[in-house]
Structure formats: C-alpha cells, structure tokens
C-alpha cells in the first residue's frame, strides 16, 4: 500500500500542505538521456553510473511545482536535444546573426529572438538551482548548493514572480555548440569559479552557471541571459567540460562500464553526424 502524501511546509509558497515528489531535474529531461534500457546517465559526486532511479523528493505542494512546469520546464525540455536528432534551442539561435565571436564562443540575443523566451529559461534554471538549495534529494544530509538566507529567499522570490532576481546575481546559459550532445545530467552542484560564488547543472546540451557577488554585474553581466539587456546565450563546447566534469567527479565516483559504453556510444554517433555520415 501507498503511504499517504505528508504534510508540511511547502518551501515555495510556505503555505502548510500536503507535499508531491518533488524532480530535482525534471521528470522530462529523463527520456532525453534514456538509452534502450531505459536507464540515464547520472552524475552524482559518488558515482557515475546509468540509472533507472530518478532524483525525486515530497518537498513542493502541487500548484507550486505546477507553476515550475509551466513557467519554465515545460518550454525548455523540447527545445533540448534528442538523441542524434534535432536540437531546437539550437536550431533557433542559430538563426540570427551572433552579438560578439571569440575563439572560445558565440553569443547570441536571445531576447531579440522571437522564438527564445527569455523568461523560461531563466525560471528552468533558477528553479532546479533554487530546489538544491532547499533539499538535498536523499544525498547526504545537506542540500547539494549551499546559499545564504538571503539568496534563498531572493530566488524564491523570483519564482513565485513577486521580484526580479537581484544584481548580485547572474545567470549564465551556455549552449552545445558542438555536434556531441551528451545525453546526461550533471549537478547542481559547486563550480570552480574563484571570484564569486557559483554553481552550475547540466542536461543535455545546455548548462545552467549562477555566479552570486556584489561585482558580478560589471564582471559577468554581458554574459549573463538576466543582466545583459540583449539576453545573451553562449554556445560553446561544452562537450569538453561535460567530459571533463564526468572525469573529475570519477576520481570519487564510481565509473561503471556501461557508462563508458554510453558515453562511446554518444561520441561516435556526433562524430558521425559531424562527418556528414
Ligand atoms: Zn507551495
């Protein structure tokens, strides 16, 4: 039998309620990562592994993780890509003309892109960076992004739509640029940013960095999709840096064979795609 739903405090709306499992990462970005056995690949600072378990908690009240679906989850999962196949978000930047082109980058408004809304990627981000900082989805006893009261309470804030999220913090969205989409999720979790306190997640084709600082306006601010009036988005390589983290967090992690397998499997497919195979 079922165990009823408890009762508590709803973070969101702080209204005492019955509680859902709450996703950490969308229930919706879990196909996009699936292989045939419908498992995805995880990345935890434990282990690093295909996995059929989803990271889910009761931490929200209905309406309140209704309103994180349709503010921002329910837009932003079909733009992401599917595995060897379309990539929307990308598709759609693409089709104006970049803002600035460093070796490294592209940046692109997206807020002069009728078919980018601005608003809903920001809230996807800073809803799934927000429910880390308040719960830590049976991974230690911690939450996995660790803010102070005050930023807590801002991104709350945001979210409920009752204020803007404040200057001091910038949201970066960068995108895939490359033909390797690794179908996987990554975080939240710390980054490695010296100058300010910062945290990312990745799903697939996109990562989502919050740098939180009193200067961060001057130093990320033309970078950051909530600052920059122009609403940039980076495309970049992450494939690198995904690969990268997914070796990092290994030297802890647990790799597992399979996951090598997956990740083999992915790279040869992008490969292909690059080839014009
Ligand atoms: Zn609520």
Redesign the pocket.
């Known amino acids: 039998m079922k165990a009823p739903a408890p009762v508590g405090i709803?973070p969101?709306?702080r209204?005492e309620?019955k509680l859902i499992k709450s996703h950490l990462i969308s229930s919706g970005v879990y196909p996009l990562c699936q292989n045939e056995m419908r498992e995805h690949v995880s990345v935890t600072s434990d282990v690093i592994r295909p996995t059929q378990m989803e990271t889910k908690e009761y931490l929200?009240?209905s309406?309140?993780d209704n309103s994180l679906n349709t503010n921002g989850e329910r837009y932003v999962i079909p733009l992401l890509p599917r595995l060897g196949g379309r990539f929307l978000l990308y598709d759609r930047l693409v089709k104006q003309d970049a803002l600035e082109e460093t070796p490294s980058m592209t940046v692109y408004a997206a807020a002069e892109n009728p078919e980018i809304d601005v608003a809903k990627l920001v809230h996807f981000g800073i809803g799934i960076l927000w429910k880390a900082s308040v719960c830590s989805f049976g991974n230690g006893d911690k939450p996995g992004i660790d803010l102070s009261e005050e930023d807590r309470e801002a991104m709350r804030r945001f979210l409920v739509g009752e204020a803007k999220l404040p200057m001091r913090m910038a949201l970066a969205v960068a995108v895939e640029s490359g033909a390797i989409r690794y179908p996987a999720t990554i975080g939240p979790r710390p980054g490695n940013n010296s100058d300010f306190k910062n945290f990312f997640f990745y799903v697939p084709g996109v990562m989502f960095q919050l740098y939180i600082g009193a200067n961060v306006r001057s130093a990320r601010g033309a970078y950051s999709i909530n600052l920059s009036p122009k609403g940039s988005v980076m495309m970049i390589e992450l494939a690198k840096t995904v690969r990268g983290d997914m070796n990092k967090g290994s030297k802890k992690a647990r790799k597992t064979k399979k996951l090598l397998r997956i990740v083999e499997e992915v790279e040869a497919k992008g490969l292909s795609i690059k080839l014009g195979d």
Do not use: S
Request: contains cysteine; proline residues 11%.
């Open positions: 709803c969101m709306c209204k309620t929200l009240c309406p309140c």
